[in-house]
């Protein structure tokens, strides 16, 4: 035979290994949905194997399996692996002991992956044109590849390339891909790590990462798809074909689009929570688009555009962690049209000018009113964060800097008036920062908001004075101190602040939660904030307060990318506050004053499994404080 090692046309070949009924009920034992997404992504690597643009292109498919004659007859009766089934045969006959036997279904490549290579083109098919499509090659030793394989290879002098997938990757992928190595070097040999099984989790990721490398490419299933029919058509073929790669109930999959916000934190609980009624996977992804105005990031979705489960993307997401028309309250400058009243005095300017009292100048309005002393906080409206703020003196001051960018939209906001101090270190400046969750059901326009009933002081780290404008004196970032508003720990903080600042915290906080409700009503009633037809979505958001000597609560902002910390889902400490909370955590452990682990899991539970988070319960420390009914989807 003579091999054309230099042939310029790639052609490939598709080996899938035992995927048979009497094999896949061991395949993850103990995680029967992880073997429902094995077979899934199975399942679609043979969907791109045979959907090239040009017939011509698509890979030869061969099934490999094991099918033993009657009574396992040629079968060593003291093989390691299968001679107790002879053993057992002998005894009670074929019709009790049949596993992989000829003439039994178990035997019998599974029919699902048959369906989709029947089915490839919507035609009808006779006999001839199958066989053409795949080829089953069965063997009766035991799991090393019969001869009849490689012979199959060989045949096929123009196949530079094989993959192989199925089950187990210690046996029967193991000694595939040595036999085709040995046999065949002129061939490149690689494996999709989704579609690869075996006994446990454990076993499988060893295999994959230690021994198969050895041998074989271990590639992710979207590389296959790229090098075999492209994404855009894999995704046509896989709508086309939902019917035979339908997803199983149990199994629920995300996606990482890179997105950002809380995605990571979200997944961490997913991947080791407490529903046992099915098991998250992570789907494999493609890229999507590349933001080459902006940032020059790459974005991505789920691999041939699917919908899943989660992800941080809302258009592929079933679940959305980003609320519709959320820029709302984000935006420091839309939030004026929806809480003015709650607000410091505050004002809009873009170019320079006051867009809020119909362009009359800001610096005319406010000394005919009194003093702009301040001082006055100038912040973009769509930046977050205290290292966004600028302090000055004067309404002067911050107007000057807004003309320095006139294309930026700003607002300036004074300062309250007689501000609330905390006493406990000679008088500094402190905020309330709430956590929120707001969650929207799929099936209607039913919105539920639910509180954190544990906010945090965030206490600035120098005396307040109104003359001095350093960062340290008059902006509060890091969380200081978690405020307990219930129960007996409620009372021991009543302490601390009797000490520190007068006030009750139970108080303050309803007084927040109400202020809260009252915008997200106005909101929600102005069609504001929208819901996802058909989806549900749900947001963590934070919300900051001052309050003045009487006690009066001023919002000051809505953060919808507030930091959390949760020192169990090892994450990425991107900010030197986040290093600072782990920092803590080593020393205290569970007693550290900023962990946010069970205010991330309770809300978790509360979407994904509970679906308490559309109800009116209260959960841990989330407490329900309010629903509303929005406005008609547009």
Known sequence: MTTDYNSSRIKRALIICDIQPDILPSLFANS????????????SAVLAAISSPLPIDNSLILFTGLQFPSRYEGLHPNHCLYGSLRRLNEKVGDEAAHWFMEGYSGSDIDASLLALLTNSDGDDKNDDDVN???????????????????????????????????AKASQSIQSTIQHIVEYCPYIDVSVIREAIGDDTRERCHAILEYLLPLYARVVRLEEYVVATCGLERFSREMQQHQQLIEANEHVKYYVNCERGGHYSLFVHHLAHGGDETSCWQEYPRQKWYEDVMLSGKQYYCPLGKR??????????????????????????????????????????IKGGRDNTNNGRDIIDKIQRTESSSGPWFVKETNKNGGRAVTVCQTAEDAMALTCNNPKETYVIQRHVTNPSLCNDNGGTKWHLKVYNLLANDADDNHWTLHCHNEPFLCIASKLWSMNDLSSEAQITIRRTKRMKTVGESCTNMNEFLSRSIPVDSRDIFQKCTTIVSTVIQRAIEGNELQSRDGKAQFEIFSAD?????????????????????????NQDLTTKGLQAYME???????????????????????VFHSKEAFGEKNVGGWEYVKSFEGASVR
């Open 584 to 606: 803590e955590y080593r020393l205290y452990g569970e007693d550290a004053e900023i962990n946010d682990h069970d205010m991330v899991k309770d809300a978790v539970s509360m």
């Open 132 to 166: 053409d499509k795949y080829q089953i090659i069965h063997r009766n030793k035991g799991h090393l590849p019969p001869q009849t394989l490689i012979q199959k290879l060989q045949q096929h002098s123009s196949i530079t390339e094989v993959t192989v997938i199925g």
């Open 545 to 569: 307060f001052m309050f003045d000597t009487d006690m009066n609560a001023y919002l000051i902002e809505f953060n919808f990318s507030p930091v959390l910390f949760d020192p169990l889902s």
């Open 32 to 43: 029967p949905p992880q073997r429902e997404a094995f077979l899934h992504f199975v399942q």
């Open 307 to 348: 919908v899943v489960d989660f992800c941080d993307e809302p258009a592929f997401s079933l679940i959305s962690m980003f609320l519709k028309g959320r820029d709302c309250l984000d935006d420091k400058g839309k939030l004026m049209n929806l809480a003015k009243d709650f607000l410091p005095e505050t004002y809009v």
